[in-house]
């Protein structure tokens, strides 16, 4: 799977890592895609340093500690329930990692000295709550147009289940204010979003995790640790932000349409929903509509270094 190197892609990852385990599942696939080049970690809502901290253990199993990481903004911006809790990080907090990461100004300062020290090269990664990205957009006004690409997690667009009325999506209703700024400041045909409707078509059974994650070692098996906090109340890991990642290296496990997506911004039940409205190809969005979840797992698993048929 390795590429040359004019097939490196460098990436900034902006991430609620620690709440659903599918940040930690994405982080293990970036760390050993050998096409990936790192180049820092945000973390986003509630006690991001704990969610940092978190970053930080899942990059030493790979013995990454060259990889910046910051705790980011705790949000949301303006309205939306926000993301308090961290419950992974019971499960490895008692692994060496830092007690400070400095105030969250500074992670949005680092994105922005790092977007533009190399301009139109840089893939920005959102998997979480979009309060980060939108406070970079919004106090450096230029830096959409420096970013090569923006791929989110975010929002619900062609149908299927989601949170309450609207089948809104939990990242874009967690701090809805900030995933409009997204949406409507990213430069035009630069953003791709996966929602969830495409998300929800990759999922495995708790059991045919572990037996994948069992000695797999290194970030995985950091992986394997937290996910046994996420299997007490969920039976499965649906693979919404992996295969957001996945995207960036492998964009044919998707398809996609062009067009237009809005923001509901309100305090009723619809705040947050996304809507969708197809405009091929002058759409200033691309979303994800379709996905080969086969192909997708075998990018997945053969990146991370486990073989789809352990016993």
Known sequence: MAGSDSDVIPVLFDTDIGSDIDDAVALAYLLRQPRCELLGITTVTGDTRKRAALAEIVCAADG?????????????????????????????????????????????????????????????????????????????????ALLKRVVLMCGVFTGGA??????????????????????????????????????????????ECRRRFA????????????????????????????????????????GYEAGRVDVVLNEGPLSGMTLWKPDPPQGPHRVAVTVDAERFFGEYFGTVGVRGDVP
């Open 64 to 144: 990454r500690t060259d990889i910046p990481i910051y705790a980011g903004l705790t949000g949301p911006l303006l309205c939306g329930p926000g993301q308090p809790n961290v419950p992974q990080y019971d499960a490895v907090s008692d692994r060496p990692h830092r007690a400070d990461y400095g105030p969250a100004a500074d992670a949005i300062d680092f994105q922005r000295r790092t977007i533009r020290a190399r301009p139109g090269e840089i893939t920005l990664l959102a998997v979480g709550p979009m309060t980060n990205v939108a406070a970079l957009f919004a106090t450096d006004p230029e830096i959409p």
């Open 162 to 207: 989601g949170h309450g009325p609207g089948r809104r999506e939990w990242n874009a209703l967690v701090d809805p204010v900030a995933s409009a700024l997204v949406f409507r400041h990213a430069l035009s045909g630069s953003l791709t979003s996966v929602g969830l409707e495409v998300t929800e078509k990759c999922v495995l059974p708790a059991d």
């Open 215 to 254: 000695g797999a070692g290194g970030p995985l098996g950091v992986v394997a640790d937290m996910a046994e906090v996420w299997f007490r109340n969920v039976d499965r890991i649906t693979f919404h932000d992996p295969l957001a990642a996945a995207t960036v290296f492998a964009p044919d496990v998707c």
